[in-house]
């Protein structure tokens, strides 16, 4: 048996594996963020240990499993943020996590060094204060008596996993969502890392995503109850990971779309795709030799909470699934409200760390169904721009498989559905992709499996969500309308404060 880490912005999911990856059992253990004003998003990273360890031993407990019989562990973690570390490997503050955008002059600043289109050609993505490079750059303008202390920079799975074996490395996958990775050449590239005048030295080696890290140390063994000889699969981020746990494992697999606090669409390719508008990025995937091109928005899942929690007076109000409940009976679709969903600034396809939220076409008749509704279509609307792109590339799909918690929803999966003019379809891991995926590389990297094919057989298409024609008729025409709000208010949001 193996287990598998998630470790998502809410919290650590621990499943246990067989070896075929069926999963028998899982645990979570949450953890804070801290979300505030000027684009700040950090965590501690010492409560991704604690919480991989807890999960770890409250798995155990709960399935009853005999800890000798567990060979291996395996980690899959949120991408793109920075934990800087001292010579001891401690951390000297703490991480900045993905949803962080302070970090928008030093990505200036790459920008003009490089050339926008030289960078994204070079990397895959664009120079984006979103990305690890930019945000350790930030640290060392702003906070010098930290960056000081600063020897080496690592990513979230990468300082758990160095806290359970004692070695720090990386992965490909999360290599090329630090803007500082050559996508073409599979290594950090000197000349970004010059132009940011950041010490290469600061970064790990890199290692595939398949494998050996190492055995436990004697306190991660403790700490756990397992072997010291249990041995620790790299893994990879978990967006090229859920598309493992979702069966996207070669090009033929199609796309998937992954509805968590963010949102993306992906796909595998055998090379990177280069958006001529540079809308869209490339990750590398945890499957060697291929590549998983990606949009990503910021605030997708985030922005139903938010409703929510806007919305529900108190906590024995008015559920999320409620509010869409409600809002499926309503036709707000028609009604003129429009929700733009930036929250936390945007990724793809807008590229604009100063885009805000915001209704549009609010009426004095619209109640809380309506906004809810007109979130959902906001996500959608935002998530069809990044089809587009895909689109304009070659490639379309006409159906996309959903997983992730917000795919729950036959609401939400019926509105894209009709946005989109393809059919959606929910997998049987909606909250278990990535530690399917997770699985999936262990097996393999455990010498378990012989490849990734498995992860095909280990979930399968439970619902299906076919657009309404004369829906998708009418969504075409609001979906204009939904840029034609952002178009109008791109220049407000960028004299803003924020």
Request: aromatic share 6%; charged share 20%; glycine share 10%.
């Amino acid at each position: 048996m193996l287990i598998a880490h998630d470790l998502g912005t809410t919290g650590n999911k621990a499943s246990l594996h067989d070896e075929h990856g069926t999963l028998l059992h899982s645990a979570t253990v949450s953890y804070p963020a801290n979300f505030a004003a000027g684009g700040i998003a950090e965590q501690d990273p010492d409560d991704w240990h604690s919480a991989v360890l807890e999960a770890t031993a409250q798995l155990i407990s709960a399935s009853g499993a005999d800890p000798a019989s567990i060979t291996g562990m395996v980690i899959s973690g949120q991408m793109m943020g920075a934990v800087l570390l001292d010579a001891q490997h401690r951390p000297v503050r703490p991480a900045i996590i993905w949803a962080d955008t302070r970090a928008s002059a030093q990505a200036d600043q790459l920008n003009e060094r490089l050339g926008e289109q030289a960078a994204y050609n070079l990397h895959g993505h664009r120079i984006n204060p979103t990305y690890t490079l930019a945000k350790v750059m930030w640290v060392r303008d702003n906070e010098p008596d930290t960056f000081a202390k600063v020897r080496h920079v690592c990513v979230a799975k990468d300082y758990v996993i160095h806290r359970l074996t004692g070695r720090l490395a990386t992965d490909r996958s999360d290599a090329s969502a630090t803007n500082a990775y050559g996508i073409t050449k599979g290594e950090w590239s000197r000349e970004t890392l010059a132009a940011a005048d950041i010490d290469p030295a600061l970064l790990p080696e890199i290692l595939e995503s398949t494998d050996v890290v190492g055995t436990l140390t004697a306190a991660a063994a403790d700490a756990t109850g397992l072997s010291r000889d249990t041995r620790i699969v790299m893994g990879g981020g978990d967006g090229p990971i859920a598309a493992v746990g979702a069966g996207v494992v070669a090009p033929e697999d199609g796309a998937y779309i992954a509805m968590g606090t963010s949102s993306w669409i992906s796909f595998a390719a055998e090379k990177p795709l280069l958006d001529p508008s540079m809308r869209t990025f490339t990750f590398e995937h945890v499957v060697p030799g291929l590549t998983v091109p990606t949009a990503t928005m910021q605030a997708a899942g985030a922005s139903a909470t938010w409703i929510n929690e806007l919305l529900s007076p108190d906590p024995s109000g008015a559920t999320l699934n409620a509010l869409v409940d409600q809002a499926s009976t309503e036709d707000a679709e028609t009604d003129g409200l429009y929700f733009l969903p930036y929250l936390l600034g945007e990724r793809s396809p807008k590229w604009n760390t100063h885009a805000r939220g915001a209704f549009v076409g609010i009426g004095r008749h619209h109640g809380r169904a309506h906004m809810t509704r007109a979130v959902l279509e906001g996500v959608a609307f935002n998530l069809a721009e990044c089809l587009r792109a895909f689109g304009d590339g070659g490639h379309e799909f006409d159906h996309i498989d959903a997983v992730g918690g917000g795919a729950a929803s036959d609401v939400w999966l019926q509105i894209m559905a009709d946005v989109w003019g393809a059919t959606v379809r929910r997998r049987s891991v909606v909250g278990e992709a990535n530690s399917l995926g997770a699985a999936v590389v262990g097996l393999v990297g455990l010498g378990m499996a012989d490849d990734f094919s498995p992860a095909r057989s280990l979930s399968k298409a439970v619902a299906e969500f076919t657009p309404d024609a004369r829906a998708h008729e009418r969504y075409r025409e609001r979906f204009e309308r939904f840029q034609g709000a952002y178009d109008a208010l791109e220049p407000w949001m960028n004299q803003g404060d924020n």
